[in-house]
């Protein structure tokens, strides 16, 4: 059996640097685990557009489709967005979300205990938190036509349009009922059907596919607006959200600071099961490539490390090893290092990208 393959794309600003931490987590598995992975390397973003005048090259593009998983680091940047919006560095992710088909786009938030006091809400809100958000990656606004600037009489206009059709819905839907199985079984499903048709339309297709396969799950439902004020007031009372792709990138967003930080998030993009049976998959942060610190040494690498412990999980069905990791980041969190965005008025042990990096080798060493 040949090893499974792995394509990583660091992309631009602190992408680089935190996938060099998991590089280094990749090396750990294969010489003290005797899991060993085919990594190839390749550009994606802005660093794909200054080399090729595009974002993602079309061998890149072919590359990720053949490999088992695809690891993406993050993208974009201000030197690029005056460019024109065929080519900018979002373009690249966008493209590679939807040739995939990587309709699924799981982020989960899990406030770990050593951070609880950190987030900015109150403790007992956020801590022991465990929650999955499933956005919908495909389609919606992102991607419905028509779309542009377009020129009417004296004024521009404009144009982007949310578009769902029902297998899209069904299809997303059936992966959060999934998830919630093996969860507290309870998805609650999020739109705007007061005031959007393709709201209306989301709500029915839940609840059709729930009453024809997973009416064993509890189904609730609640507009998008109140969705986001409710996690910020008591988010414990949700295991599953499904929700479309951009509420879903707002929520997402939302949902990182009740752990503490944008850069403590993971997410796992998932489509159709494979040849091999593996599904298509993406892993990557949930942050973007933060220019403010990039080049650093201050990005905080831990929620792209968790998002090769959702592969480990998701695409190689090794959750005790996704785990060994998961359990190595939260030893690092208790013997309180912190990089610049965890520290809090309570303090720590201030480390860089790379000084986490070491700490969570060292934990994962210690768990063997
Ligand atoms: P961002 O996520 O890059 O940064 C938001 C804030 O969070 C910044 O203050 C940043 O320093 C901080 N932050 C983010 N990740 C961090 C980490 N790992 N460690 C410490 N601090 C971290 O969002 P933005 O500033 O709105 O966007 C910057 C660029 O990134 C834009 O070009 C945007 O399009 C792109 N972006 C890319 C992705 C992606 O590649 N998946 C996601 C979001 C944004
Ligand atoms: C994310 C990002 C992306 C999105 C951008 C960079 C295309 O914000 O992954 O959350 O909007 O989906
Ligand atoms: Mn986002």
Known sequence: MPNPSLLILPGDGIGPEVMAEVRRIIDWFGAKR?????????????????????????????????????????VGGPQYDSLDFSVKPERGLLRLRKEMDLYA???????????ADFSSLKKNVVAGLDIMIVRELTSGIYFGEPRGII????????????????????R??????????KRSNRVCSMEKANVMESGVLWREVVTEVHQAEYSD???????????????????????????????????????????????MLPSASLGAPMANGRPKALYEPVHGSAPDIAGQGKANPIACILSFAMALRYSFDLGDEAARVEKAVEQVLADGLRTADLMGPEGGTPVSTTGMGDAVLAALDASL
């Open 34 to 74: 005797g899991i060993a992975f085919d990594v190839s390397e390749d550009l994606v973003g802005g660093c794909a557009y200054d080399k090729h005048g595009t974002p993602l090259h079309d061998d890149t593009m072919a590359r990720a489709q053949e490999v088992d998983a695809v690891l993406l680091g993050a």
């Open 217 to 263: 799950v509890e189904l609730s439902h609640m507009y998008a607006d109140a969705g986001a004020m409710q996690l910020t007031r008591w988010p414990k009372q949700f295991d599953v959200i499904v929700t479309d792709n951009l509420f879903g990138d707002l929520l997402s967003d939302l949902a990182a600071m009740l752990t503490g930080s944008l850069g």
């Open 172 to 181: 997303v839907a059936r992966s959060a009922f999934e998830l919630a199985r």
């Open 151 to 170: 020129r009417e009489g004296n004024e521009r206009i404009g144009i982007n349009t949310q578009r769902y059709t029902e297998s899209e819905i069904a």
């Open 105 to 115: 786009n799981l982020r989960p938030a899990q406030c770990f205990d050593a951070l």
